[in-house]
């Protein structure tokens, strides 16, 4: 992750998001050896998760577009 500074989001989601977030954070709670689990810990791991999908996706768009 780089560096350790932070800052914060303010954001509006829908209850149900809100809900799944909740349980998702649940999940982690349940299934981690550490700790408690945060609300920002999950969605900063979930975060770096979309994205690496969306860089390795990227990459193998391009080399197919090569390919053609």
Not at 32 to 37: E, F, I, P, R
């Amino acid at each position: 992750m780089g560096t350790n500074k932070k800052i914060q989001l303010n954001v509006r989601v829908d209850q149900e998001i809100a809900h799944k977030l909740d349980r998702i954070v649940e999940y982690y709670q349940k299934n981690t050896k550490y700790g408690t689990v945060y609300k920002g810990e999950v969605l900063t791991d979930l975060i770096e998760k979309a994205y690496e999908s969306m860089q390795k996706q990227s990459k193998w768009m391009k080399n197919k577009n090569r390919s053609l």
